[in-house]
């Protein structure tokens, strides 16, 4: 029997997960794939929002301003890259003034700090390559930029390190309540976790999980958003990220760098299937369109393209809340954006909720909220990676050539502790096959090293888990 079952492996669920590792409890993580960040916190567009945006009084508006400010500190404790660059609300006629200044006095009641408008000579000195339309612009130097799937495994990893268990491939599929807690089970109920209170952060799927309670009073609405990522050398990269005015459908088309110095450009939102990511010519242009309303882009740097689904909600913001029907379950619902940048004060008030709703919490002394370094090779320089082969010449094999990525980088991301065991989760810890080649150079490699650690055999090897086999049969000897 566990204390805590928290349902799905997104970065609310990570989040969550690591949150209760500072409580001495018995935990557990119920993730349907075979990663984590593999719905709406792999494919979004890894911005740390200010929290100018929210509609004052609600969830996103009470969590995102504070989650901003934790998220840096929560970053260095996971040895996860972030970079705080500001971001600016752009806008090319007057007639748009009045809804800028709406945001900015939001942003003040939100308790956003260092908000203010710029006008057209300071904000082309920040921003020289910005279209010249561009007049003014609501300034957030507390935004930043992350990589949303990086900050999620860490959460699980650094919450598998204080004891948490996790158990990926189990896709919840019926829940049932007894005097002693509440029983999970997977498909054809071949497996069973019993806890006595569970939490629902099963984002585009928040809904279908409320149902087997019994609670079908909200709906989770499917929105797709595209993207398009440029090369390192894309002649046109802003200092900070770029947006237009947001509108009924969300904060509009962004034109950021990444962390990793790429350009991202997106998203557009349209609803559709909660497990369609097609990635449309038609689409693309859309987003082609509203980027170069902020900056030109060279449509010959970008090197890949995808898209995510946005779990909003009916009731238009974040819904955190017991069952109605079924003792013991907490539903963390709609978390759209910013709900990545609220992440770390959502699950702290989730913790809050649980406690409200009877789970005993007393300190575990022996929590560790760092992770163990991670020992990039491409941020060092020469001497550092003389020291680190000498240590193990397994960083002196270098398996992606685009990223720089050493044979050693990829063995620890396959041996820590909630690690890779498919060739995208291997891609998502090491940035291995997200170059210009897009892993057609390191793919090979990755699979042997995978079918090597794991000592299955290369035919086993999948690109992301189930029947995603990559290899079917021996071609030659």
Do not use: W
């Amino acid at each position: 029997m566990y204390d805590v079952a928290v349902i799905g492996g997104g970065v609310t669920g990570c989040m969550l997960l690591r949150e209760l590792a500072r409580y001495k409890l018995k935990t557990v993580l119920l993730e349907k794939s075979s990663d984590f960040a593999c719905g709406a916190s792999k494919a979004n567009s890894a911005i740390v929002h200010a929290g100018y945006d929210a509609e004052e009084g609600t969830l996103k508006a009470k969590l995102n301003a504070p989650g901003c400010e934790m998220m840096y500190r929560v970053a260095k404790e996971l040895d996860v890259h972030i970079k705080k660059v500001g971001s600016l609300v752009i806008i090319f006629d007057e007639s748009e003034r009045p809804q800028l200044e709406k945001l900015y006095r939001r942003g003040i009641s939100n308790g956003v700090p260092e908000l203010r408008i710029i006008e057209k000579e300071e904000l082309h000195k920040l921003e020289p390559e910005l279209t010249d339309e561009a007049i003014a612009a609501l300034y957030a130097p507390t935004a930043g930029i992350t990589c949303p799937y990086e900050m999620t495994i860490a959460a699980a990893e650094n919450a598998a390190d204080n004891g948490a268990q996790i158990i990926r491939e189990f896709e919840v599929c019926s829940l049932k309540r007894d005097n002693d807690g509440i029983s999970l089970f997977d498909r054809e109920a071949k497996r069973e976790i019993k806890a006595r209170f569970v939490v629902n952060c099963a984002g585009v799927f928040a809904d279908e999980i409320a149902k087997m309670a019994g609670d079908d009073h909200f709906e989770i609405i499917p929105n797709r958003g595209e993207y398009m990522i440029g090369d390192k050398n894309s002649p046109f990269k802003p200092n900070t990220v770029l947006f237009t005015l947001p509108n009924e459908k969300g904060k509009g088309i962004l034109y950021s760098r990444t962390v990793d110095d790429n350009v991202i450009i997106g998203p557009n939102s349209h609803r559709v299937e909660k497990d369609d990511t097609t990635v449309t010519a038609q689409g693309l242009e859309e987003i082609l369109k509203g980027a170069q309303r902020l900056m030109p882009i060279n449509t010959r740097s970008v090197i890949t393209s995808f898209a995510g689904v946005r779990p909003s909600s009916s009731t238009k913001d974040f819904i955190v809340e017991p069952s109605r029907h079924m003792q013991g379950l907490l539903h963390a619902a709609g978390i759209e954006s910013p709900g990545f940048a609220s992440s770390v004060a959502m699950a702290k008030y989730l913790v809050e909720n649980l406690d409200n709703m009877g789970l005993e919490l007393e300190e575990n002394p022996d929590f560790n909220p760092f992770r163990r370094k991670m020992n990039r090779f491409r941020d060092m320089n020469n001497e550092e990676r003389n020291a680190m082969i000498a240590e193990n010449p397994m960083y002196g094999n270098i398996i992606c050539r685009c990223e720089t990525v050493t044979e050693a980088e990829i063995v620890s991301a396959i041996r820590r502790n909630a690690g890779a065991y498919t060739v995208d989760a291997v891609k998502r810890r090491t940035r291995a096959g997200m170059g210009r080649c897009q892993g057609g150079f390191c793919s090979p490699k990755v699979c042997k090293i995978l079918s090597r650690e794991l000592g299955i055999p290369m035919n086993e090897v999948t690109k992301n888990g189930g029947c995603s086999y990559i290899l079917t049969q021996r071609t030659k000897d």
